[in-house]
């Protein structure tokens, strides 16, 4: 069996510091103002007081607020700070209460520890002891919240079951109640309108507790000063929270896929250069091929002039040799004519002969 304090000392460690949970309540505060001009002298019952924040909150603010718990250690600090507390059970509380009784009835995160069906005679009993417009209030951890409802739930052995907003919602709407509004609380405020938001954040940011603020029926007069309080939006869902995720995913895609387009079209300018130079260097090799054909044909002209040099060489020393050898044959005769005058002169032979050769002979030397 658990010791008298185990709860409290497990409250302190998880639930969070008393400033802290009286911050948080203080959303609820113009609910309660609202009641108390409505109603003038506003009483209020608060099941599962807990270490009493709530309350001390209310009697703060002029209201006339009784707690009940189950945990006499929970109500020990309640005590201690003098706040009217009593060790009872809430539904036979509530069933001992006359009628229109109350102006406001709350439990902070004591419906995940009640039976379904005790949590559904709590919500029925509250709205017989409410007055007219009078407002019921429960408190819950919100499974939206992957992490609380996967996990951070079960932290509390004392837990039964989630309870999904719907599903508490709809208790009061069953049972009569003229207006139930769903209030969304303690969830990172940073994350509202932000842009560039996590999957992590999408997935883990949503509201990790939420509210049942629920009103009697009354004249529509009465009720119409509660309109803008039940007109307001409180906290974030998973899904408004998926929404800011999949906007900004969509949004990056769209980013990206406008890089991309722009890449592309870069590299289709870039293609298109790549083809161009290509044509210029295929137009560059092909004025080169056809000045190589040129710088051919001119060497073969110049192989054929060459040739044609060769040959007129050749015939020239062909012609050399010729009149080399003809000269040779001059030079032979004209020796024999030599020799002939020679001998002629030498024999004195003053004949026709002689006069013709030495005559001969004059007519060659001149020339």
Not at 61 to 87: Q, T
Not at 211 to 239: C, P, W
Not at 341 to 349: D, E, G, I, K, S
Request: net charge negative.
């Amino acid at each position: 069996m658990l010791n008298k304090d185990f709860y409290y000392k497990f409250e302190e460690k998880y639930r969070g510091s008393r400033n802290l949970i009286k911050e948080r309540l203080k959303v609820y505060l113009p609910f309660v103002l609202k009641c108390k001009e409505t109603h003038g002298v506003c009483s209020a019952l608060d099941i599962g007081c807990g270490r009493g924040e709530w309350l001390e909150l209310m009697t703060d603010n002029s209201v006339d607020a009784k707690g009940i718990d189950l945990d006499e250690g929970m109500l020990a600090p309640c005590r201690e700070l003098g706040l009217n507390v009593e060790l009872a059970d809430a539904l036979e509380t509530l069933r001992s209460m006359p009628d229109s009784s109350l102006s406001i009835v709350t439990g902070f995160h004591i419906a995940e520890h009640l039976p379904f069906d005790i949590l559904v005679q709590v919500v029925h009993e509250a709205k017989r002891v409410l007055k007219p417009a009078g407002l019921l209030i429960l408190e819950t951890p919100n499974p939206e919240d992957l992490c609380v409802g996967a996990c951070n739930f079960y932290t509390d052995s004392t837990h039964i079951r989630p309870l999904p907003p719907t599903l508490l919602s709809f208790l009061p709407e069953y049972e009569g109640y003229c207006r139930v509004k769903i209030l969304r609380l303690q969830e990172d405020k940073s994350l509202r309108g932000i842009k560039d938001i996590s999957l992590f954040h999408a997935i883990t940011g949503a509201s990790p507790d939420y509210s049942i603020v629920a009103q009697k029926e009354d004249e529509i007069e009465r009720l119409k000063s509660f309109d803008s309080l039940f007109g307001n939006e409180y906290g974030l869902t998973m899904h408004e929270l998926c929404e800011s995720y999949d906007k900004m995913a969509r949004s990056r895609i769209a980013e990206q896929e406008t890089c991309i387009v722009q890449q592309e079209t870069r590299i289709v300018q870039q293609e298109t250069r790549i083809v161009q130079q290509e044509t210029r260097i295929v137009q560059q090799e092909t004025r080169i091929a056809q000045q190589e054909t040129r710088i051919v044909q001119q060497e073969t002209r110049i192989a054929q002039q060459e040739t044609r040099i060769a040959q007129q060489e050749t015939r020239i020393a062909q012609q050399d040799a010729a009149l080399a050898a003809r000269a040779q044959e001059i030079r032979a005769l004209q020796k024999k004519l030599d020799d002939t005058y020679n001998l002629l002169v030498n024999t004195r032979h003053r004949t026709l002969y002689g006069a013709l050769a030495w005559l001969w002979h004059k007519v060659f030397k001149r020339r």
